[in-house]
C-alpha cells in the first residue's frame, strides 16, 4: 500500500505571505495525485489533480502543484494568502483500479489579517 | 453539481449499540467509499464498494460493516459501538472512469460513543 506524508501538521502564516506546503508519496511508479481541501464547516472539496503532462498543475482560488517524480513530492504553493485560505489541505494519491485514495495527515493551516 | 448527503451531521450513541449512517449520492456513481477523520490521522479508508452488492475492505475495516444495495446508497453499520469509535464519518463517490477519479465528499456525520 502507498504512504503519503505531509510535514507540516500546522501552519500560521500572515495575509499576503507565501504558502507551500510538502507532500511526499512512497510508490515509485505512474502515480495520479490530489489536493484537497476542507473550509471550516463545509465539505471536502479538490484544489486539484495531477494525472499526466505538464508537472506544474493548476487549481482553484490560485493554488498551484508541482509534480517531482525524483522526489517523489507533489507539493501545493500559493504565492499570496488571503485569510479565506484558512482550512485543512490534505495530500492523497490514487490507489488501485477503483479510485481508492489514500491521504495524508492534513496541514491545518490558519492565515491571520 | 454532484450531490452526497449523509443522513445525519450529529449523532450521540452509547456504547454497545448498533449504529447506522446513512449516504446517497445522485450522480449514478459506480464507487462509494466510508472514510473516518481524526486529527492528526487524516481520512483513512473503511471500506469502498465498486458496484451494488460488492464491497472492499480498507485500511481500518474492523468494528465496521457496509451495505450497498441500491446503486446510490452505501451504508456504514457499527454492529456494536465503541468510544474509539467516536470520530468525524464521510461518505464519498467517485465514477469508474479511469481518466478521472474525483471523490466527491458529503458533509460527514460527528458520531460520539459515549
Known amino acids: 500500500a502507498q504512504s503519503v506524508s505531509q510535514h507540516n501538521h500546522h501552519v500560521i502564516l500572515s495575509e499576503a505571505a507565501s504558502l507551500e506546503l510538502g507532500c511526499n508519496y512512497s510508490?515509485?511508479?505512474?502515480?495520479?495525485l490530489f489536493w484537497y481541501v476542507q473550509y471550516p464547516g463545509q465539505h471536502l472539496q479538490l484544489l486539484l489533480k495531477?494525472?499526466?503532462?505538464?508537472?506544474l498543475v493548476k487549481g482553484i482560488k490560485g493554488f498551484e502543484a508541482e509534480f517531482i517524480k525524483s522526489k517523489f513530492s507533489f507539493n501545493l504553493r500559493k504565492p499570496s494568502v488571503q485569510w479565506s485560505d484558512t482550512a485543512e489541505y490534505f495530500c492523497?494519491?490514487?490507489?488501485?483500479?477503483?479510485?481508492?485514495?489514500?491521504f495524508g495527515a492534513g496541514t491545518q493551516v490558519v492565515v491571520t489579517p | 453539481d454532484v450531490k452526497v448527503t449523509q443522513s445525519s451531521r450529529y449523532l450521540v450513541k452509547r456504547t454497545g449499540e448498533k449504529v447506522f449512517l446513512e449516504c446517497v449520492q445522485d450522480?449514478?456513481?459506480?464507487?462509494m467509499f466510508w472514510y473516518r477523520q481524526d486529527p492528526g490521522l487524516g481520512l483513512r479508508l473503511i471500506y469502498f464498494?465498486?458496484?451494488?452488492?460488492?464491497?472492499e475492505k480498507g485500511d481500518i475495516p474492523e468494528g465496521y460493516s457496509v451495505s450497498r444495495e441500491k446503486k446510490e446508497r452505501f451504508s456504514l453499520i457499527l454492529e456494536s459501538a465503541s468510544t474509539n469509535q467516536t470520530s468525524m464519518y464521510l461518505c464519498a463517490s467517485s465514477p469508474t472512469s479511469n481518466s478521472y477519479n474525483e471523490q466527491f465528499f458529503g458533509p460527514g456525520t460527528r458520531l460520539t460513543v459515549l
Open positions: 450522480m449514478d456513481h459506480e464507487n
Open positions: 492523497a494519491v490514487l490507489e488501485g483500479s477503483w479510485g481508492k485514495l489514500q
Open positions: 464498494s465498486y458496484d451494488v452488492k460488492m464491497k
Open positions: 495531477y494525472f499526466s503532462g505538464d508537472p
Open positions: 510508490y515509485g511508479g505512474t502515480v495520479n
